[in-house]
């Protein structure tokens, strides 16, 4: 079981950027997918993008394809997104999330993942 921590998020304007992090806690952090979520107020939460476990097998949700990259460092347990050309729209509560699977396809929907960090907010301001 991994213990995943969130950071990075804050205030920006239209069309800045943002890089979020996740540190993951224990020895196995190798051996999960991880998945980046966000919740817009009033709104259910939403995929985001995800990496399988090498790193080599990234996916994204049409509505960040382009301006977002997912990456990870197994050496310091920890997944990154970077966050471009940012809109109002992509103000939420940004979560990380961890799955224990080794496939080269990972997971997208929410119910796949046991392990949620707390959430980072991100606001994007017009």
């Known amino acids: 079981q991994v213990h995943l921590v969130e950071s990075g998020g804050g205030l920006v304007q239209a069309g800045g950027s943002l890089r979020l992090s996740c540190a993951a806690s224990g020895h196995t952090f190798s051996t999960y997918a991880m998945g980046w979520f966000r919740q817009a107020p009033g709104k259910e939460r939403e995929f985001v993008s995800n990496i399988n476990w090498s790193g080599h097998n990234t996916y994204y949700a049409d509505s960040v394809k382009g301006r977002f990259t997912i990456s990870r460092d197994n050496a310091k347990n920890t997944v990154y997104l970077q966050m471009n050309s940012l809109k109002p729209e992509d103000t939420a509560v940004y979560y990380c999330?961890?799955?224990?699977?080794?496939?080269?396809?990972?997971?997208?929907?929410?119910?796949?993942?046991?392990?949620w960090g707390q959430g980072t907010q991100v606001t994007v301001s017009s």
């Open positions: 999330a961890a799955t224990s699977t080794t496939a080269w396809n990972t997971p997208s929907r929410e119910f796949d993942y046991g392990t």
